[in-house]
């Protein structure tokens, strides 16, 4: 318990250091091209560490991250110290935001009284990527990992379950409503109006149509390989006196995800301080029990918030040469920027991504036709489609992404290595992207 007062303490602390962060910094600053090397490292480290020597990360990938963060954050503070500002800003705002939906959701108990198939895995993969985007891909990733765990937990080769979660869920989901994923909010809030995300809903029934059929295959094909011995052991571990197939607890916790979701329609600061709140009073009113009986910890978000402090800081380099230079890149087609947005998107964070490529659609932005905030409608669309679906690219193309990982493994759940989640994301998200590319650009 401990852990969440030390997070909630410091956080408020540093809240009031946003409001300098509409001071000063609007020049254009450029970094030499070696400065990206931290974030390389970073990424190289986060990808190869825990295959040479699990036990040595797990306990050193803190120390790894801060000290890759420090010589980059002097090199950013010397050249302009806005934007290591702006920079902290951005991840204490990101991290509040995953940690409040990480305390809420833990106290939100879905018990399915039926077993994992491929038909009742394809059904609930199907409603997180609603979910995703009515209550955030963090949101959904949270409220439905645990279930699908649950219900799962009678078989033994499972890891590919999760990772079409966090392909559906954690990412594609969250394509309709600016409330889905990050970029998209910062898209309503510099001026695309909150509807206009709805545009997307054939890019999000097109993805959803051809993974759905792929994971159902997939699904079989290993349920096929389970001991039947495993069955018999979750069936009698059902409470045979339950009449309900699902039943809820902790519903208390509702409203305060919806208070985490009414806040991103309030200024910054008092977002933060009413996602705060939120997540205190998730842990006055929610029984420690239930948080149990979720396997709860604070592990995981300790975790993402200790790495996503290293890539934040360490990624501000990159970005910025992106958008000094983004103009240079020959970026004209709407599939070049489906491409180039997402590919980033795949390893930077993907919120300052999309700015850093609607900055250049606006460079670019010679076409005639229909315009949002100054973009063609098709370099907006390629844009937004590729920020939010390639996050789905590697284990840190979305906060969500780790998140799910750690969990998983919290509870003995095998997930494979960054460049093994990677084998999986470019034989079945790729062809899918391409295939896209040549339907909708």
């Known amino acids: ?59 050193k990938y803190g120390y790894v991250s801060l000290g890759l963060a420090i010589p980059a954050a002097i090199l950013v503070f010397l050249k302009d110290w806005h934007l290591l500002l702006n920079s902290v800003i951005d991840y204490i705002s990101f991290i509040i935001l995953l940690g409040s939906l990480f305390v809420i959701s833990g106290g939100i108990v879905i018990r399915i009284s039926a077993r994992g198939t491929p038909k009742l895995n394809c059904i609930l993969l199907f409603i997180g990527s609603i ?136 200024p910054t600061i008092f977002r933060e301080i009413v996602m705060l709140i939120a997540a205190g009073l998730s842990i006055y009113f929610t029984p420690f029990t239930m948080r149990e009986e979720n396997t709860f910890t604070y592990h995981p978000i300790i975790e993402v918030a200790i790495l996503f402090a290293g890539i934040f800081i360490t990624m501000v380099p990159m970005l910025t040469m992106l958008e000094v230079n983004g103009s240079k890149l020959g970026i ?50 390629a844009i937004s489609v590729g920020s939010v679906f390639m996050g789905a690219n590697s284990y840190i193309g979305n906060g969500p992404n780790l998140m799910v990982k750690a969990i998983c493994e919290e509870n003995n759940i095998t997930m494979p290595s960054f460049f093994g989640y990677m084998a999986w994301s470019v034989g079945i998200l790729v062809p899918l992207f391409i295939i896209i590319t040549f339907v909708f650009f």
Not at 19 to 43: C, K, R, T, Y
């Open 1 to 59: 318990m401990k852990y969440h007062r030390v997070l909630i303490s410091f956080f408020t602390l540093l809240l009031p250091s946003i409001v300098l962060a509409s001071e000063g910094g609007n020049h254009q600053v450029d970094f030499p091209i070696w400065s990206g090397s931290f974030f390389v490292a970073l990424l190289l480290a986060i990808a190869i560490f825990p295959l040479v020597n699990s036990e040595w990360w797990g306990k």
């Open 131 to 266: 979910f995703a985007s009515l209550i955030g891909t963090t949101g959904a990733s949270m409220v439905l990992i645990r279930p699908i765990i649950r219900a799962n937990r009678w078989r033994n080769n499972i890891s590919h379950i999760f990772i079409f979660f966090i392909f559906m869920v954690s990412n594609i989901g969250g394509i309709l409503t600016p409330l889905g994923d990050p970029p998209l909010f910062l898209g309503f809030l510099r001026g695309v109006p909150f509807f206009w995300t709805l545009r997307l809903i054939p890019f999000w029934l097109f993805a959803v149509a051809i993974l759905l059929p792929i994971f159902f295959f997939i699904d079989s094909y290993f349920l096929k390989q389970e001991d039947v011995k495993s069955e018999e052991w979750f069936l009698k571990s059902l409470d045979e006196s339950s009449q309900k197939r699902v039943e809820i607890e902790g519903k208390i916790n509702f409203l305060f995800l919806f208070m985490v979701i009414g806040s991103f329609f309030i």
């Open 332 to 381: 004209t087609e709407p599939w070049q920027f489906f491409w180039a947005a997402g590919g980033l998107s795949s390893f930077l964070d993907n919120a300052p991504t999309y700015l850093v490529f609607i900055s250049t659609a606006l460079g670019v932005a010679h076409t005639k036709g229909i315009m949002i905030i100054g973009v063609p409608v098709t370099y907006l669309k």
